[in-house]
């Protein structure tokens, strides 16, 4: 059980004695509960533990004592009103008190950000038993009145916003509505649907071109439009290789060359034929749902999709929600937390403390790398646990900290959390970033996301028991898990471990120019000298391209996996030679990285760092050394597909051996150009991998699945990959698992 977790039967109990006590009674034995629930004995404790106790309630009044869970009968008493007065409270206890605030159920909007700091440790911040409290870091709007049509408007300046203040979001009846534009969003199709494209003759992605830049495209007359604030309006565009997505306002338009010139420079420079829409003017809102705000008068328009009842809409206001710095053993627990700007919960220098069992939902405005549902950085042994977290403009949970040069771990996890719909604003939102030293990732269910499940880059990280299907939709060179290594230390000494990947899609163009999915996507995506990385006994099914990416990687052992269905291969392996741009571009970097740990003792037994990037090339010009890929189960089902693809890898320093190969009964394909001029032959290219050293012991059979028709990968007891040391892999244990810290069980997708 995790720490801090409510006994199922002690949780129970709890509801019933909500429903079954007057409010003193209850507030009593509330306090009985909470000692039980800490361990302490209950005659001794029972009392004490009611004295720690404040309530907050929608029926509540802040001049009230907060000890009472309703109001009492002659109303002299009660909860508190806010969140902010049961904090003030809860620190005059003495230091270490261990203060326990219950939110009662309701509806909160919490006015300004909730601050814990040092003063705060060991307070326990929860819903109430039985109940589900909604905190809410945004405005509900009134007084709408007719405009024009379907279209609505009301007064926001009236409704206390100040002159200026940003709206980003709109959300009615719980979901966020699309921001007036064109083309218009496409909800049969929100992926490929909704887009207008760059004029001009197409470019391929990796071309270079002298002098480009990045603040302008040409549009198509067919999307010429007419704003009266034309400043106001801003390009929302995937530029060039359709990794991500930027949010830049106009400066100007010419309209005889239709050329936009943007205020900002897009990450890369926007191409012909790139995807792009206009949002943020009056004369886009057409379509149900939209909404725009003029910030010159304070007019908020909207066309609701349906009627608007009271407390339908919500427009966020607050960056942050709960921010906690510099506190120990604080625990946030069963809250409902949705509508801000930025990150929901931030942790920062925090030790011991627990977001558990939470829903955060509709959090994250911005087109940058920073928003989070929850963020942990700094500290140590910080977990989130259990939480639900869905339509996050950018990432669900980050996790950093740790010393990379000491090696020391931060031991902050994220465990047994459902994510999923992240990156609905920043398409380079993931659903688990997890970076620094000693931090963990377990468990979790991830799906519906634009790029990655999880993107990692740190030492000595764990990625194990998750469940990762259905991302990578709307970009491509992706996968569902990513790290780099441009620094040669990053993220050496990660485990992937016993996780599920599947359906892992990627949206590009093919090379006819026309999008399509599935498109140039992976499912463990090693990329730029990533080296030092155990990948070991997970299961990957079903990528367009191919199951497991290493891109110049070194010293990466690929062990005891299930991988089924790569599209063109299994394995794909590229590398670079000493005399690539990209290697010399890189190299400096490299050197510095490893300069900065090479001498220091926790660094001595990392595998692979006897080496220096600058004596890394090998006397025939290649890098890659190093891998080792053994007693793994390969099947290929596409015709053509390949087991490996290996570019410019010595394949003197490469390994494997004691695997299960299964080509559906055809011969299995390599392709591997180890050498320039040196490739196998284009017929019996097995027995000419085997001839070369490789795979000696390795069988080419069916490896006896369960039942592969329904994804069952288990292995029959007659498996030939278990003669060979295969060990059977945990299905019961991967993916989310009943817990007191979930949010809710059973888990529905």
């Not at 290649?622 to 089902?637: P, S, Y």
Request: aromatic fraction near 8%.
């Amino acid at each position: 059980m995790q720490r801090d977790a409510v006994p199922v039967g002690l949780k129970s109990a709890m509801t019933r004695l909500r429903l079954d006590t007057t409010p003193a009674l209850h507030t009593a034995l509330v306090g009985l509960l909470l000692s039980l629930w800490a361990g302490r004995p209950a005659a001794a404790a029972g009392a004490a533990e009611a004295a720690r106790v404040y309530y907050v309630s929608p029926a509540g009044r802040d001049i009230w004592s907060g000890r009472l869970a309703a109001p009492n009968v002659a109303g002299t008493d009660g909860p508190f009103a806010t969140l902010a007065r049961a904090r003030d409270a809860a620190r005059t206890m003495p230091a270490g008190g261990g203060a326990t605030i219950l939110v009662e159920a309701g509806e909160y909007e919490l006015g300004a950000t909730l601050t814990l700091g040092g003063q705060d440790s060991g307070l326990t911040l929860a819903a109430a038993p039985g109940a589900k409290p909604v905190l809410r870091g945004g405005t509900m709007v009134r007084g709408f009145q007719a405009y024009k049509g379907q279209i609505l408007k009301a007064d926001l300046r009236s409704q206390g916003f100040n002159p200026g203040e940003p709206v980003r979001q709109l959300l009615f009846e719980g979901t966020r509505q699309p921001l007036a534009r064109y083309p218009n969003f496409d909800p049969k199709d929100p992926v490929a649907g909704g887009w207008a494209y760059a004029e001009g003759k197409p470019i391929p992605m990796y071309q270079e071109v002298p002098g480009e830049d990045h603040h302008t495209f040409r549009y198509k007359a067919a999307d010429a439009r007419q704003w009266a604030h034309p400043e106001d309006v801003e390009v929302f565009v995937f530029a060039r290789y359709n990794w991500w997505n930027d949010l830049l306002p106009i400066r100007s338009i010419d309209r005889a060359s239709r050329t936009i010139t943007l205020a900002k420079d897009a990450s890369y420079a926007i191409r012909p034929g790139d995807r792009y829409f206009f949002q943020n003017a009056l004369e886009e809102l057409d379509a149900p749902g939209e909404w725009y705000f003029d910030r010159r008068d304070g007019m908020l328009y909207f066309w609701p999709p349906s009627p608007i009842k009271a407390n339908s809409v919500c427009l966020p206001r607050l960056e942050t929600m709960i921010d906690i710095a510099g506190a120990s053993h604080v625990t946030l627990r069963g809250l409902t937390i949705e509508g801000c700007n930025g990150t929901a919960i931030a942790l920062r220098d925090c030790t011991d403390c627990l977001v558990a069992g939470n829903t955060i939902r509709n959090v994250g405005s911005h087109v940058t790398s920073g928003d989070s549902a929850v963020s942990v950085s700094g500290g140590k042994n910080c977990g989130v646990a259990g939480n639900d977290i869905c339509y996050v403009g950018g990432t669900g949970i980050t996790l950093s900290g740790g010393d990379r040069k000491t090696l020391t771990p931060a031991g902050h996890w994220a465990d047994n959390n459902v994510i999923h719909h992240v990156g609905v604003i920043y398409k380079q939102g993931v659903g688990i970033e997890l970076l620094g030293v000693g931090n963990r990732a377990s468990h979790n269910l991830i799906h519906d996301g634009p790029r990655f499940g999880i993107m990692f880059s740190g030492n000595n990280l764990a990625i194990e028991y998750n469940e990762i299907h259905h991302v990578s939709l709307e970009t491509e060179d992706t996968g569902a898990i990513y790290t780099g290594g441009r620094d040669w230390i990053s993220s050496r000494g990660t485990v992937v471990r016993y996780n599920y990947f599947h359906d892992i899609l990627g949206f590009g163009r093919n090379a006819q120019g026309q999008w399509e999915t599935p498109h140039f996507a992976w499912g463990v995506y090693l990329d730029d000298d990533a080296a030092g990385v155990d990948v070991i006994g997970n299961v990957l099914v079903r990528c367009p391209r191919a199951l497991i990416h290493l891109h110049n990687g070194r010293d990466n052992v690929i062990e005891n996996n299930v991988l089924v269905d790569g599209t063109l291969e299994a394995l794909e392996c590229n590398g670079w030679t000493g005399g690539s741009t990209t290697w010399k571009s890189q190299l400096p970097t490299m050197i510095d990285g490893y300069n900065a740990v090479k001498d220091q003792p926790a660094w001595r037994a990392m595998r692979g760092m006897d080496i220096s990037p600058a004596h890394a090339v090998l006397p025939d010009g290649l890098v890659m050394a190093g891998n080792v890929f053994r007693r793994n189960i390969v099947v290929c089902r596409a015709s053509g597909a390949r087991v490996f693809k290996l570019s410019n890898v010595p394949l003197d320093h490469f390994q494997s051996d004691d695997n299960v190969v299964w080509h559906m009964g055809l011969p299995p394909l390599v392709e591997a150009n180890a050498r320039r001029g040196a490739q196998l032959p284009a017929a019996d290219q097995w027995p000419a991998w085997q001839q070369l050293g490789l795979d000696k012991s390795s069988v080419v059979a069916d490896p006896m699945f369960v039942d592969p028709s329904k994804d069952d990968y288990r292995l029959q007891p007659a498996s030939p990959a278990l003669k060979l040391g295969f060990r059977p892999i945990p299905f019961d244990k991967i993916g989310p698992h009943a817990d007191a810290n979930r949010a809710t069980w059973p888990v529905r997708e």
